[in-house]
């Protein structure tokens, strides 16, 4: 009987995390060996008997079995442990955005105090600003500042704001500092204008509770090279304390003020110096693509509207606990009465 349940949690343990990027195969190589594709969403099936390729999903014939290789399997995850539901969660309403268009950012989340919804019904909460307001009710914005001068080198080009990598590195260090997080299981930092549904995520993180030691974060949107997308960004506690202890070292390593594949991007975002950071030091990514709902994600568009990149989620169709972009303060609440009527609170 025993070694049955030993079974059952080695097989939960395996599922849940994705191999280290670097030792999968790019999606045109063969992955026979490595058993993983370093693409978010796609998967190494079997095509031909010692052959496999990457491919978001794959349909058994009389040609191919559709089966997937045994990679690489990693010894760090059969000593995941179950964690709890409780939740650090922070926003960031900044002042100076280095755009002329209006943010409604600070309405929104005077709102959402006011009507005690999102990062306010988790366990902790917090939001950080470049400048100090009030919220709501005497909760003030905890103020960060621009101490390294790495706030305002560079915008970027669609949006014309500032990129916000310096900022939110002095935002973790000051979430250390204050040290709230450490007695949550999850640290999770949501965009002013998204709708988050905190109940839904608890029943999330009840259904996947198994983490290694190292921790674990949520990469929350398929079929891109790196799918940690700041909407909805989910940390176990233990990796986002290996996150503070190496902002300042992947700060002078990362190079992410020209960004990856020599700035073809631009200087990096904030969510992508995270996966970035974290990759670098070995903490695990699990792929959690039912999280959000995200117009910036093209996989979560629907396929007539891929290219739109303006498009928004029908809040009334979306059960997952985010859903993005919403930046006005009545399409916010629009969209929050359309889930949460649909899918409850």
Known sequence: MHSHAGEDLQELAQIIVKPKRETCSSRKEDC??????????YNCFTTK???????????????????QPQGIMDSILQDAVPVGQKMYCFAVYTQNTGSTKQSHELDILKHQHSEHLGIFQCDYSDVFSDVSVEVGSGMMTTVVTDVEDDWHFAKRKLSGTWVNTGMFTQ????????AKYQNADWVLKLDADAIFVPNRMKVWFKQNELVPPAGIYLENCKYVDYGYFGNLEVYSREA?????????TCKQTLNWKVGIKDGKYGPMGEDLFAQTCLDSVGVRRKEAFDITT???????????????????????????????????TEEWIQC?????AAFGK
């Open 32 to 41: 026979f060996a490595t058993g993983c594709c370093d693409v978010v969403g």
């Open 49 to 67: 008997p010692g052959q496999a390729r990457c491919l978001k999903n794959c349909t058994p014939s009389a040609s191919q079995s559709c089966t």
């Open 171 to 178: 935002v973790w260090k000051k979430i250390a500092e204050g």
């Open 240 to 248: 986002f304390s290996t996150l503070i202890k190496n902002i300042d």
């Open 294 to 328: 995200d117009g910036a994600c093209p996989a979560d568009r629907p396929k007539e509207e891929t290219k739109n990149k303006k498009w928004k989620p029908n809040c009334a169709d979306a059960a997952t606990p985010a859903m993005h972009p919403f930046k006005k």
């Open 336 to 340: 929050y009465e359309a889930t949460t």
